[in-house]
């Protein structure tokens, strides 16, 4: 874990670090330009001096110091002329702070110095004097440990040498150069003082300043530290909020509801009372994520949760168990009369639409109840909240949009159930779907002209398992997708399996289930099964209810458009339950109508359904689409249908649903269906 940021001691620390260097830097920049001030100075009277010199003295001696190359060193220091120009500038220099005067002539001999040690000296590669022969002065600050001046040996001085170029006037030319040494310790010194006072000076009013800051920096430490405590509590609360309840709707989620559960459980066994628990579950609510989306799937959750919320008012508590279920949890109630009044208390509530985004959204639910009786020992929540979700799946067997109150003959039913998803979510792995095929004949001919696939399931502990005992739970379980398109796969498999054994005309038509329908790998699905089983494309033929088109026109109808292009047929199953329309049928790129099984059941007695398969039949004859009479069981309603004018035929009367490989056998039996054709041949005459 790291260590907590300590704002009060890096500011001091930085501070510090500060202050320092501020008041270092205004030190230095000071002494820079107070030195540089007094190299100034003291070489203008270093100048000045100079040209009094190149006035009073200069003349009497410039011959000498012409000719003072032609001498040898030893001889030339001990000429007259030196010590006399020695007294001559000790006399001009006298009471300055002028400590040595050299001369040099033009070609850098040292022709003259106060300490005669070094006359005779070359400088001609000095960097002052080739500035003086230039014609600018240089000047040069140094500090000496030793020097000899004038008169005798000085120590630790600070001392500005000047190189000035000798001219007798202004505008002559330069003869030579004098150097002259002033001693500017005391400057330098002051220099310094003045450097330690400011130092002194900002150091003291920094500390000021740091004092004055570091009251405001603690407040703001203290400030942020509270603000810190206040987010980390905000931040605690919130997660704690987030660990309990739904950021959705608000509602507390699973966990917290089954504390409450629990804690009510206490409540009605210590007052010996009932309790109630209500499990609900949107119906169809995956429809309503896949069609519209899921930013107003999430509208309608939150709508749900305010009705669910108003329905039970101060009486109970309403939680979201995840996804679309919720339940509710009532103490005091007792009677299955309560029960079915608060039940159907909130099926009113959601007896008008939900109005979003220019939707107009029905919704259902299914709702399981359980009630803990006084007498009762129960106080598992878990085991409570078990026996209402088993109530509610009965209710959703119903066909949803109900409630299912808790008995133990729904335990049963809800154990055999859990054990049927449990094989069904091994059905698709280890292979135990099959596929049967229902035959569809000609009205005229009696010749095959498609089959229907129809999915079995071949459990390993029972007989063959038919598709009503297991389809809905493939929707509730979301497998429907996987299996459906194992099964769309398989189909075109088999058929052009059939194709290459004699029959290329053969169809087959494979029924799609609404998920399917709209989902996103539904065109992927159908192209990657004609292509891997080289079926082509108008030999596949799709069906769909008329309730998973009319969920949503304008999309149906670009899927179908698009599974058009694809080549395959389009057929309308069970046509005359739903929502027939005229309006819309005639956009949809439909080949086929398939007239439900209910009305041909009745054809022959009772005068509705006959009507009604009549005017069926003519409307597709109108729209230039073939009818397929589904259910025929008997030879007066063959007569009928055949009458009509019906394109196909498909029932038990022409032939069950078989296995691939026995209606393989019925196929190449030049036999088969005589039954259908003489049947047919006896309608005709």
């Known amino acids: 874990m790291s260590e907590p940021f300590r704002l009060i001691r890096v500011y001091s620390l930085k501070s510090f670090f500060g202050i320092a260097v501020v008041a270092l830097a205004l030190v230095f920049f000071y002494r820079a330009i107070a030195v540089d001030a007094l190299k100034q100075q003291e070489t203008k009277f270093n100048v000045a001096l100079a ?13 000498f110091i012409r000719s003072a190359k032609t001498l040898p060193v030893d001889r030339l220091t001990a000429e007259p002329e030196i010590r006399q120009l020695h007294h001559d500038i000790a006399e001009k220099v006298r009471g300055l702070k002028i400590i040595k005067v050299k001369i040099y002539d033009s070609s850098g001999l040292t022709v ?46 600070n ?72 987010t980390q ?83 109970g508590t309403v939680a979201r168990m995840g996804g679309d279920q919720f339940a509710i949890v009532i103490e005091g109630l007792s009677s299955q009369q309560t029960a079915t009044f608060i039940a159907e208390n909130i099926i009113g509530k959601f007896g008008k639409p939900i109005h979003e985004a220019g939707h107009e959204i029905v919704v259902t639910l299914s709702m399981g109840i359980t009630i803990r009786q006084e007498e009762e020992e129960q106080d598992n929540a878990a085991q409570v909240v078990e026996n209402a979700i088993a109530a509610m799946r009965v209710a959703k067997d119903k066909g949803r949009n109900c409630f299912v109150i808790y008995t133990r003959e729904i335990n049963a039913k809800a154990h055999g159930r ?46 063959l398992v038919r598709p009503a005992e297991f389809i809905y739970l493939l929707e509730d379980m979301d497998l429907m997708v996987p299996v459906g398109e194992w099964i769309i796969a398989e ?113 022959t007695t009772n005068k509705d359904s006959a009507a009604l398969t009549t005017a069926i039949t003519a409307m597709a004859k109108s729209l230039g689409l073939e009818t397929v009479a589904e259910g025929v069981e008997t030879s007066e309603q063959l007569r009928f249908v055949t009458a009509l004018g019906c394109t196909e035929v498909q029932g038990y009367l022409i032939g069950e649903p078989l296995p691939a490989e026995k209606l393989t056998d019925s196929l190449l039996d030049a036999r088969s269906f005589s039954l259908t054709r003489h049947l047919i041949h006896m309608v005709q005459t």
């Not at 040209?51 to 011959?63: A, E, F, R």
């Not at 979510?425 to 002209?449: I, M």
């Open 51 to 63: 040209q009094s010199l190149s006035i009073t003295v200069w003349p009497t001696y410039s011959g």
């Open 112 to 157: 003259f110095s106060t300490d005669r040690s070094q006359i005779g000296e070359i400088k001609a590669e000095n960097e002052g004097f080739l500035v003086a022969m230039a014609g600018s002065p240089a000047s040069e600050l140094v500090f000496k440990d030793t020097f000899s001046a004038f008169e005798d040996v000085i120590e630790n001085r």
């Open 159 to 230: 001392v500005l040498s000047s190189y000035i170029p000798i001219r007798q006037t202004a505008d002559a030319s330069i003869e030579g150069v004098f150097e002259i040494y002033s001693d500017v310790t005391p400057l330098v010194w002051d220099i310094s003082r003045t450097g330690y006072t400011i130092l002194g000076g900002v150091t003291s009013l920094s500390l000021l300043l740091y004092l004055f800051l570091l009251v405001t920096v603690r407040r703001a430490d203290q400030i942020i530290k509270r603000q810190g405590q206040e």
């Open 233 to 315: 509590q905000r931040q605690q609360a919130k997660i704690q909020y987030l660990a309990h309840f739904d950021a959705l709707t608000d509602l507390p989620n699973r966990t917290r509801y089954m504390e409450i559960l629990a804690q009510a459980i206490r409540r009605a066994k210590d007052k010996a009372q009932g309790l109630g628990v209500i499990c609900i579950a949107i119906d169809k609510f995956k429809i309503i994520n896949d069609s519209l989306g899921h930013e107003l799937g999430d509208k309608v959750l939150i709508e749900v949760a305010r009705r669910l919320r108003a329905s039970v008012h101060d009486g």
């Open 418 to 463: 859990f054990e049927l998803e449990m094989g069904l979510r091994k059905a698709l792995a280890n292979r135990e779907f099959v596929l049967h095929y229902q035959p569809r004949v000609n009205s005229e001919t009696g010749r095959v002209n498609a089959v229907e696939a129809l999915v079995r399931w071949q459990h390993p502990n029972q007989e």
């Open 491 to 603: 189909a075109c498999r088999q058929t052009k399996t059939w194709h290459d054994s004699g029959y290329p005309k053969l169809r087959v038509s494979v029924n799609l289930s609404l998920r399917q329908f709209r989902s996103d790998t539904l065109l992927n699905c159908v192209r990657k099964a004609l292509g891997d089983s080289g079926l082509p494309a108008q030999y596949l033929e799709l069906e769909l209810t008329e309730s998973v088109l009319a969920d949503d026109i304008r999309q149906a109808t670009n899927i179908l458009r698009s599974l058009k292009e694809l080549g395959v047929s389009l057929a309308i199953d069970d046509f005359g339950t739903g929502y027939s329309s005229l309006s819309y049928l005639m956009h949809f790129p439909v080949n086929c109508l398939k007239i439900d099984r209910s009305f041909i059941g009745d054809v």
